[in-house]
C-alpha cells in the first residue's frame, strides 16, 4: 500500500461534463481513493472570456450526483493572482523572459507542429532590442511574457505512460507565462496551484502529456515538490475526433436519457474503459472493490484513445 495521495478534479468551467472528462475524474478518483487519499476540487477560471459561473455550479452539481466526491475545496483560480505573481516573479527572475508581440497568424507560421497540437516557438520575439520593444508598445501592442527555456532535458515517470520527456528548446521552445489578456498562463498557475493544495496525484488525458515536462520545469525551478502523473487515452468519437460538446449522446444530459441513472453512466464509461467486464451500473465505490492501479499501465500504455459507443 503506498502512502495516501492526494488528487484533483481540475475542471474548467466551460461548458458541461461529458464522457471524456468523466472518465478522467474517475480514474483520477480511483487512483486517489485506492490509496486512502483525499479529492481536491479546483475550478479552473483562469480564462475570464471562456468561464462561466453557471458552469462552475454544474459541473460542481454533476460531480456530486456521479459519487466523485472530493474532501476540500472548491477552490477558485480567481482567488490565486498574488500566488500566481509571485510565482511569476521568481520564475521571470531565474530564467529570464521576454514580451512576445506574435499573433496567433504569425505563430502558426513561425512553428513547427509537434506531438499531436503541440507547436515549438521558434524564438521570433526572442532577441527584440528594447527599442524595438519600446515602439511596439508605444503603437499600442500588447506583449505576452515568455520564459527563456535552458536547453535541458526534462523527463518523468508516468504511472501509465512510462518515462517521457523533452529537450525543453528543441522540443517546447520558449513558453507564454502570462498572456496578452494579463491573465497567468495556465502552465504556471497549474504548477502554483497544485503546490498550495498539496496535489501529490495529478491524472488526466494524455492531451496533457506534452505540457507536462514544461510543469516539471517550472516545479524544478520554484523548488515545488512533483506530483505523481498519470495520462489516459481520450475518449473519442467515431471518426476518431476528441469527444467535446458537440457529441450531444456523449454530454451528461445525452447519457442520462440513455442510461437512465449516474450509475449507468458511470458503469458504461468504466466498461469501454476495461474498468469492469460488462456494461453495468457501477458507482465508483463499488468500482474501488476490484480497482488495482497496478493494472493500469497494461490496461492503456501505448494506448491515446477510446472509441465511444
Ligand atoms: N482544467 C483542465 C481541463 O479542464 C485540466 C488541467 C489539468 O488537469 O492540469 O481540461
Redesign the pocket.
Known sequence: MTAPLVGRF???PTGRMHAG?IFAALLAWLIVRASGGEMVLRI?DLDPERSKPHFADAVQRDLEALGLTWDRGPFWQHDRTEAYEAAFETIVDACGAYPCFCTRADLAVASAPHLGDKHVYRGTCRSLSAEEVRERRGAGEVPAIRLRVPHERIAFDDIICGSYGQMLDEECGDFIVRRKDGAFA?QLA?VVDDAAQGVTS?T??VD?LSSTPQQVFLQRALGLPEPVYAHLPLLVSEGGRRLSKRDGDASLDGMLARFGHPAGIIGHIAWIAGLQGEDAPATPEQLLEGFDISALPTLYAGRISIPWR
Open positions: 481540475a475542471p474548467s472528462n479552473e495556465y497549474v495529478v488526466r488525458g496533457l
